[in-house]
């Protein structure tokens, strides 16, 4: 993937690590160990990034409804923004991770659902960095400056509401972000009903980069969702609204803007009983 607007390469990030006005974020995450990425972002990063924790950070706490990653709250972003020296609309932010731009796009969208355009994902992550050889450090940088005041984006997501009251309309396509056997309902590692929204169409977010974790060529991301490029609007949706996000990544590459994240997904879908599932492909 060359670079554009939303996404860098490790050799662009190179000659911009000390440019004033990028900041760099280390987004590394693990499901499964939910301290690991924090500890390895201690013990090796990219000269100057600062680190953002997918649960303590880029979330807000667990509800009863809302999904297990509930959008943090926009005033509580904003100030760690800022002291990150963020300035709002200025400073370019570039995101990155370990997990094929899984947590990384999550803060690429949250930034758009701040109003903050000037953002982007490291092609290839961490990894793609040290293939290419340049250093890592553990130094952690200092906070600093900076003065980010949040004008949301409604546009950019719907809710549980909005998803049953238009997800059968002819304009809208819903899709389901997950494995395709998470969303045939035949394998449900994390929560606790199996199945999908009914009507929903499955495009794992795994094919928007290969096993490398590079992102596909725009010509490929437009070639995926060719199908959908004329619907009047997308809701895209994963287990808890994370993974969601790099199918959003992928239609912004594919030139479709018409992409809204259902923030709750499946797992806010299932926390209520009368919300109905299907288990068929």
């Known amino acids: 993937m060359a670079d554009n607007q939303i996404v860098v390469s490790p050799t662009w990030l190179l000659a911009h690590l000390n440019d004033p006005q990028v900041v760099i974020v280390d987004c590394r995450f ?5 301290q690991l990425g924090k500890q390895q972002y201690q013990a090796s990063h990219i000269k100057g990034s600062y680190y953002l924790d997918l649960n303590e950070d ?3 706490p667990v509800g009863k409804h809302g999904g297990r990653h509930p959008l943090p709250h926009p005033n509580d972003l904003a100030k760690k923004l800022a002291a ?20 990384a796009s999550r803060l690429w969208w949250l930034l758009r659902y701040l109003g903050h355009d000037q953002v ?3 092609d290839g992550g961490f990894a793609g960095w040290q293939q290419a050889g340049y250093t890592v450090t553990d130094v952690i940088p200092q906070p ?11 546009e950019l997501v719907v809710d549980i509401e909005a998803v049953k009251n238009r997800k059968d309309s002819p304009a809208v396509v819903l899709v389901d972000s997950r494995e395709s056997d998470r969303y045939r309902g035949e394998r449900e590692p ?12 499955n495009y794992p977010w795994q094919e928007v980069t290969n096993s490398l974790g590079y992102l596909l060529t725009q010509p490929e991301q437009r070639q995926r969702w060719e199908k959908l490029d004329q619907a009047e609007e997308i809701f895209v949706y994963c287990g808890s609204g994370v993974t969601a996000c790099v199918n959003l990544l992928s239609l912004e590459l594919a030139n479709i803007h018409t992409g809204k994240l259902y923030a709750g997904s499946w797992s806010d879908w299932i926390s209520y009983e009368s919300a109905p599932i299907s288990q068929t492909a």
């Open 120 to 122: 982007a994902v490291l």
């Open 30 to 34: 693990s499901l499964a160990d939910p």
């Open 58 to 60: 880029l979330s807000s």
């Open 190 to 201: 994390i929560d606790k009903i199996a199945g999908h929204i009914p009507g929903a169409v």
């Open 84 to 103: 990150m020296g963020v300035d709002f609309q200025k400073t370019l932010v570039v995101a990155y991770d370990d997990s094929r731009l899984a947590f």
């Open 144 to 154: 600093k400056q900076g003065n980010f005041i949040p004008q949301i984006t409604t």
